[in-house]
C-alpha cells in the first residue's frame, strides 16, 4: 500500500531542527486534526493575500484559476486516490455548478454570494447521490464508461433548454467586486482571487479532516481490497457513494468559483476535455495526497499557458499552435504513467526526505 | 408508422457503427483487461490518412485500405510500446496511457490536418431510405464479426490468441509468444475500429469527429458486457435503434444523457452487462 499524507498540516514545512522548535513541533502534532488543518488554511490564505497583493490582475486571475481547479482535483483525489473508484466525468459536477451558481445569481440576485455558494453545494451533492446510487454497483472499467457518458451527455441539456440555460452562448453574469469598505486595502482581482481561495481552502479543509478520520480509512480500506473491507464489517456501498457525493460536492463548489470568477458558464468549457484535464492533473500531480492536487491544477493553468506561448513563440502556425498544449499534456501523462507513476508529489517528497537527511 | 421504420432501419445502420467499436473494445478488454480509451484517436488517425490518401489518387478504396492497414499498425505498435510496459500494474495507468495517447493524436491530427471539418466521402449513394451506404455499414460489420468469429474459433492462430488471454503463463509454457498474441488481438481490434470510423465520420472529418460516436461505442460495450464480443454486436444495434427512437421523438440533443441512462437501467439489473455469466471471486 502506497503510504499517504492525508492532513494538510502533516507536511506544511514544520520546524524539525532545534530543541525549541522541536518542542512546537510536537506541540503541533498534539493538536487535534481539524485545527491543525484549519491553522494551516488560514496560514495558505493569509500566503494567497500577500502574494496577490504584490501581482499583477492577470497573475491574480491565474492564481484564481489554480484555486478552484486544485479543489476540483482534491474532490477527485477522494475519489480516485483514497476510494478507487475511477471518475472519468468529474468535469460534469464542475457544470452542475456553475450552472447552479450563475442561475441563482441570475434569478435570485439578492442573495449573497456565500448562501450560494453553499446552495451550489447542497445541488451538487444531490446530483452526486443521484448518480452514485446510480453507479454504486459498477466498478472499474463499467464506472468508467457511465460517468463517461455523463460528462459528454450533460453538458448537451443547455442546447435542450435554451431559454433557461442560454443554448451554445451559456449564461454570462456580474460579480460584485471588492466590499467598499476595504476598496483602499484590496483590488477588485484580489479579492476575487482571495473569495476563491477561501472556498477552496474550506473545501480542502473537510477533505483532509475526513481523510485522516475513520471515513478516510475506509476508503482506502475498500480501495485496497473490497471484499477483505466488507468482511471487515465496513459498509462497502454507502462508503462508496459517500465518496461519490463529497468529491460531486467539491467539484460543483469547483464550478461555482469558476462562474464566480470567469462571470461565464458556457457548455464547451465543461467539454470532456475538462474532464480529462482535472483526471490528467490528478495523476500528473501524484495519486494519494491532496497535495498532489495542488501541483496538479498549477500544471494544469500554466501548461496551458506555457504551451500557447511556446508557440506563439516558436511562430508555429496556427494549427499547430492551437494544439501544443493538448499535445504537451498527453506526452507528460504518458511518460508521468511509464516513468515516474508516484507523480510530482512523489518528486517533492523525495527531495524532502533527500533534503532532510542532509540537514 | 413510416416515421418509425425509417428510425428503425436508421438505428441499425448507426448501430453497426457502434456494434464495430464495441467490438474493437471488446477484443482489446478480453486481451489484456485494458478499455482502449485511445481507440477513437486511432480510428481518427487512420480516418485522415484515408482522407489524404482518397485526395491524393482519387479513389475511395485506396484509402479505406488504407485506413484498414493504418488501423493495424497503430494497434500493434500502441500495444507494443505503451501498453506492455504498464501490463500488470495498476489498471488506471492503462488509462492514463491510453487517455494521454488519445490527447496526442487528437492534437497532432489536428497539427498536420487543422481543425477545421473536410469534407469527407461516403463509400456508396448515401441519399434514401436504406441507402447502399447503410447497407454497406451493416454488410461490412457483419463480415468483419463472421471473420474474426472464424478466426478465434477455427484457426490455430485463434487459439493460440485465446490462450494467451486466457491463461499467459500456461500458454507460454505450451510455446505460445504471449506478446505477440496480445500485439495480434490489438491489431485486429484496430483495424475493426478504424473500419467504424471509415463508417461513422461522413460528411465531414474533423479532429472530434469521433468523439461521440466512441461515448455509444463504450456505453454499446458496456452494456453487452465487456467480456463477451457478441454482447458487443447486440448492445451496438440495441444501442443504435434506440438511440435513432430518442432522435427522433424527443431531439438529438439529448441522445448521449440517453445512452447514459439505458447504460444505468442495464446496468443496475445486471452489473456485468447484459451477456457476461457472473463470476465467482477468491477472496
Known sequence: ????????????????????????????????????????????????????????????????????????????????????????????????????????????????????????????????????????????????????????????????????????????????????????????????????????????????????????????????????????????????????VISAGCGGLAGASHTYLLGTATPSSFALTLSLSLLAALVLGGLGSLWGALWGAIALVYFELWGTELAHSLDLSTNVANNVPIVLFGVLLILIVLIWPQGLHGMVRRLGALVRRRG | MNHFIDLTLNGLAAGAVYAALALSLVIIYQATRVI??????????????????????????????????????????????????????????????????????????????????????????????????????????????LLLFGLYRATPLGLRMRAAAFHPEAARLTGVRVGLMLMTGWAIASVIGALAGMLATPPFVYPNVLDAVFIFGITAAVVGGLENPFGALVGGLLIGVSLSYVSGYAGPELTTLAALAILVVVLSVRPDGLFTRPTARKV
Open chain 1, 1 to 244: 500500500m502506497v503510504s499517504l499524507e492525508h492532513s494538510e498540516a502533516a507536511a506544511a514545512g514544520t520546524p524539525r531542527r532545534g530543541r525549541g522548535s522541536r518542542a512546537l513541533a510536537d506541540r503541533w502534532r498534539a493538536l487535534p486534526v481539524l485545527a491543525r488543518n484549519l491553522l494551516a488554511a488560514a496560514a495558505a490564505l493569509l500566503g494567497i493575500f500577500l502574494l496577490t497583493s504584490v501581482t499583477s490582475p492577470i497573475t491574480d486571475l491565474h492564481i484564481a484559476s489554480v484555486g478552484y481547479y486544485m479543489l476540483a482535483v482534491a474532490g477527485l483525489q477522494l475519489l480516485i486516490g483514497f476510494s478507487g473508484q475511477i471518475s472519468l466525468g468529474h468535469g460534469a459536477f464542475m457544470f452542475i455548478g456553475a450552472y447552479t451558481m450563475a442561475l441563482l445569481v441570475l434569478h435570485q440576485p439578492m442573495l449573497p454570494l456565500w448562501l450560494n455558494m453553499a446552495a451550489t453545494v447542497v445541488v451538487s451533492c444531490v446530483a452526486g447521490v443521484l448518480v452514485g446510487a446510480a453507479t454504486a454497483r459498477l466498478h472499474g472499467p463499467y464506472l468508467a464508461g457511465a460517468t463517461l457518458a455523463l460528462a459528454v451527455g450533460l453538458p448537451s441539456l443547455t442546447v435542450r433548454f435554451p431559454e433557461l440555460l442560454g443554448g451554445n452562448n451559456g449564461l454570462s453574469i456580474t460579480t460584485r467586486g471588492a466590499p467598499p469598505a476595504l476598496s483602499g486595502l484590496i483590488t477588485n482581482s484580489q479579492w476575487h482571487a482571495v473569495v476563491v481561495w477561501l472556498t477552496t481552502l474550506i473545501g480542502l479543509v473537510i477533505l483532509a479532516t475526513i481523510s485522516s478520520g475513520r471515513m478516510g480509512r475506509r476508503m482506502r480500506a475498500i480501495r485496497d481490497d473490497e471484499a477483505a473491507a466488507a468482511l471487515a464489517g465496513i459498509p462497502v456501498g454507502r462508503t462508496k457513494v459517500i465518496a461519490f
Open chain 2, 36 to 145: 482502449n480509451f485511445a481507440q477513437p484517436a486511432l480510428a481518427l488517425i487512420a480516418v485522415y490518412i484515408a482522407y489524404t490518401v482518397t485526395q491524393a489518387t482519387g479513389n475511395y478504396w485506396l484509402g479505406f485500405a488504407a485506413a484498414l492497414v493504418t488501423g493495424l499498425v497503430l494497434g500493434a505498435a500502441t500495444e507494443r510500446i505503451l501498453i506492455r510496459p504498464v501490463h500488470g500494474t495498476s489498471p488506471l495507468n492503462a488509462v492514463i496511457v491510453t487517455l494521454g495517447l488519445l490527447l496526442v493524436l487528437q492534437g497532432a491530427a489536428g497539427m498536420i490536418w487543422s481543425n477545421e471539418p473536410h469534407s469527407f466521402p461516403y463509400p456508396l449513394d448515401f441519399r434514401g431510405r436504406f441507402s447502399p451506404s447503410d447497407i454497406f455499414a451493416l454488410a461490412s460489420v457483419g463480415v468483419a464479426a
